[in-house]
């Protein structure tokens, strides 16, 4: 089974940061790579699929990059809405989905 | 407009039954894949496995954690996907998402819906 690692668990930042997270899969699922946000009693929201293909409707401040297995979620200049938790998801075909274990992003 | 609605859960013995239903409509489910997820109480996101369209195979695919007690299936008739689950344990406990993932209609996710193994 493709394992995903995500870090940090969690972050602390400020609203106007930049914030980076990064996911590492254990084999190469080339650019099969999605990166959700969930708020607390809500089902997750996709935000960047195959990578680095911004979600319809999701705000520019969010991009994504990365094949292989390393893969980085950037938001820009961080903003009240976006304090919430992040994961990342690979989908390979053949092999199915794994979750990263999440990021939690906390006001500083 | 997209819509997943779950339902069928609730508080279950340990040993127990259940099966889930997401009630899916705003889009041609016979051409989805689809899939369940779900996450514990204060844990992370945990993919239980997906059901590929008719068109496709119509076959079934499965994380670790659910092979030999959880099984998906789906109604094209009724434009429902199923959820059964078998011997259920503590660690069970979750609320249960259905969702298209990444797969068309992409990023559509039901509300969820709590399972709750308990004696």
């Known amino acids: 089974d493709i394992q995903m690692t995500q870090s940090p668990s969690t972050l602390s930042a400020s609203v106007g940061d930049r914030v980076t997270i990064t996911c590492r899969a254990s084999q190469s699922i080339s650019r099969w790579l999605a990166w959700y946000q969930q708020k607390p009693g809500k089902a997750p929201k996709l935000l960047i699929y195959?990578?680095?293909s911004l979600e319809s409707g999701v705000p520019s401040r969010f991009s994504g990059i990365g094949s292989g297995t390393e893969f980085t979620l950037t938001i820009s200049s961080l903003q009240p809405d976006d304090f919430a938790s992040y994961y990342c998801q690979q989908y390979d075909t053949y092999s199915g989905w794994t979750f990263g274990q999440g990021t939690k992003v906390e006001i500083k | 407009e997209v819509q997943l609605v779950e339902s069928g859960g609730g508080l279950v013995k340990p040993g127990g039954s259940l099966r889930l239903s997401c009630a899916a409509s705003g889009f041609t489910f016979t051409d989805a894949w689809m899939s369940w997820v779900r996450q514990a109480p204060g844990k992370g996101l945990e993919w239980i496995g997906r059901i590929k369209s008719e068109t496709d195979g119509g076959t079934t695919d499965y994380a670790a954690l659910a092979k030999g007690r959880f099984s998906i299936s789906r109604d094209d008739s009724k434009n429902t996907l199923f959820l059964q689950m078998n011997g259920l344990k503590t660690d069970d406990t979750a609320v249960y998402f259905c969702t298209t993932g990444i797969s068309p209609p992409r990023g559509n996710w039901g509300q969820g819906t709590l399972v709750t193994v308990s004696s």
């Open positions: 195959k990578a680095s």
